[in-house]
Nanobody, 132 residues
Framework: QVHLVESGGGSVQTGGSLRLSCGAS????????MGWFRQAPGKEREAVAG????????YYTESVKGRFTVSTDHAKNILYLQMNSLKPEDSAIYYC?????????????????????????WGQGTQVTVSS
């Protein structure tokens, strides 16, 4: 049974850092592309970062480039999101997600990492609050 469990959220001041973790069970993350999304109150869910199954290719939404880093630890089966220089606009519930296996008709992950329908399993989310 597939499970994703996020942790590491919390409250920090502007400029602070947090590292989110996403523990995976029921599958091996080295076999799947993975992503991080976030949703703030009253806003649509947005993609934050994606990472290929081998960990070599990473993708970021423009607003977090240079501040956030997505990575994986295949030995521990954990997905991470290191968040530095946090801003109040980063406040949201953060979700990790597993991309569904690619079919022959699917575009490559690089073209769809930010599309939520590309993902088949989601964690329950962890709250990040950044105060000014």
């Amino acid at each position: 049974q597939v499970h994703l469990v996020e942790s590491g959220g919390g409250s920090v001041q502007t400029g602070g850092s947090l590292r989110l973790s996403c523990g995976a069970s029921g599958f091996y993350i080295h076999n799947y592309d993975m992503g991080w999304f976030r949703q703030a109150p009253g806003k649509e869910r947005e993609a934050v970062a994606g990472i290929s199954n081998d960990g070599f290719r990473t993708y970021y939404t423009e607003s977090v480039k240079g501040r956030f880093t997505v990575s994986t630890d295949h030995a521990k089966n954990i997905l991470y999101l290191q968040m530095n220089s946090l801003k109040p606009e980063d406040s949201a519930i953060y979700y990790c997600a597993r991309a569904r296996p690619r079919t022959p008709s699917d575009p490559p992950f690089v073209d769809e990492w930010a599309v939520s329908s590309r993902y088949d399993y989601w964690g329950q989310g962890t709250q990040v609050t950044v105060s000014s």
